[in-house]
């Protein structure tokens, strides 16, 4: 089974930046969803944005769109979340996930059976 591993995390203030990859350990092809999940202390996991297919069928939460961007290169098997103006309650564990949810489930935790370990980001004040 095709592992993921996450990377990329760290503290960086509000309003700044920070690219998060996953790499998946085999070929993951164009019908597999992969996505970015996140999950705060005390908080249920949220899918974020996910993408299939080529060139890539993209969607994001409400809580991240306009400053989070997801891309995959389908050649190095690698999945990228680039967050922009980061903000206190971006502060989470961010998860790599793959599967093949339906269209209703992209960004539900119920579609994706492989998930990476994690990697801790937090914003500061």
């Known amino acids: 089974q095709i592992q993921l591993v996450e990377s990329g995390g760290g503290t960086v203030q509000a309003g700044g930046s920070l690219t998060l990859s996953c790499t998946a350990s085999g070929y993951t092809g164009y019908s597999t969803h992969m996505a970015w999940f996140r999950q705060s202390p005390g908080k249920a996991r949220e899918g974020i944005a996910s993408n299939v297919g080529y060139p890539g069928d993209t969607i994001y939460s409400d809580s991240v769109k306009g400053r989070f961007t997801i891309s995959r290169d389908h050649a190095k098997n690698t999945l990228t979340l680039q967050m922009n103006s980061l903000k206190p309650e971006d502060t989470a564990i961010y998860y790599c996930?793959?599967?093949?949810?339906?269209?209703?489930?992209?960004?539900?935790?119920?579609?994706?059976?492989?998930w990476g370990q994690g990697t801790q980001v937090t914003v500061t004040v």
């Open positions: 996930a793959a599967g093949t949810p339906t269209s209703d489930y992209r960004l539900r935790e119920v579609g994706y059976h492989i």
